[in-house]
């Protein structure tokens, strides 16, 4: 098992491009989180999935930005339309439902929106 | 809503001392986890400790252990024989363990960037 897999690691967009992102989460993990981390600032939530189920979308995911996870196992992360301010680092995290609780990160994906 | 605040946003130890980093939080739920994470420089972060409410022994990890202080709603870090590899980004985070309650996440403070001075 290695971990939590994010891709790409880094991507530079340009302003109104639309951009996706893939997490690969350790493989018996059946929940699945997005967070958005900008600099100087602690990660901020975004949505969780358990297995293929969409169970909570933060305020801060707006019309512009849509996850899935299919077949409950890796997951997207899609921007539409991107705008400067959706740089930042944005982090994938898994967990088994039943444990005590730790998340496991990935290294995340770096966006820089030009 | 919770909020997690750590009001120091640097730190610096001298390698092989202690440090002690500080964490306070607000929430009115009486069941939830504390967790303190690792961000080294560009690479993932990791669990350090963490702690249940329920539990009113500090939680300890080989050179990390946590002051837990239910009723000031404070949980800090101390850090023992500080070794080089301890520089990091250092978060605190709280996660209800209510069923109906913010949900499963974690919101996290601000962090604290330890160095340490070999």
């Known amino acids: 098992d290695t971990g939590v897999s994010q891709n790409p690691r880094h991507k530079i967009t340009k302003r109104g491009q639309n951009v996706t992102f893939r997490c690969d989460p350790i493989?018996?993990?059946?929940?699945l989180y997005w967070y958005r981390q900008t600099l100087g600032q602690g990660p901020e939530f975004l949505t969780y999935?358990?297995?293929?189920?969409?169970?909570?979308k933060s305020r801060l995911l707006s019309d512009r930005f849509s996850a899935e996870r299919p077949k409950g196992s890796f997951s997207t992360l899609e921007i539409q339309r991107t705008e400067q301010g959706d740089s930042a680092m944005y982090l994938c995290?898994?967990?088994?439902?039943?444990?005590?609780?730790?998340?496991?990160f990935g290294e995340g994906s770096r966006l820089t929106v030009l | 809503a919770q909020t997690v605040t750590q009001s120091q946003p640097e730190m610096s130890v001298q390698e092989a001392e202690t440090v002690t980093l500080s964490c306070t939080y607000d929430t009115s739920e009486s069941d939830y986890y504390l967790f303190w994470y690792k961000q080294p420089p560009s690479r993932q972060m990791i669990l350090v400790i963490r702690q249940e409410a329920y539990k009113q022994q500090n939680a300890t990890e080989n050179r990390f252990s946590v002051n837990f202080q239910k009723a000031a709603k404070s949980f800090s870090l101390k850090i023992s024989d500080s070794q080089l590899g301890d520089a990091a980004m250092y978060f605190c985070?709280?996660?209800?363990?209510?069923?109906?309650?913010?949900?499963?996440?974690?919101?996290f403070g601000t962090g604290t960037r330890l160095a340490v001075r070999p």
């Open positions: 493989s018996e993990h059946n929940r």
């Open positions: 985070a709280y996660r209800s363990a209510e069923v109906v309650g913010s949900g499963d996440k974690l919101t």
């Open positions: 999935f358990q297995n293929e189920a969409q169970l909570e």
């Open positions: 995290a898994s967990r088994k439902l039943r444990d005590t609780g730790e998340l496991f």
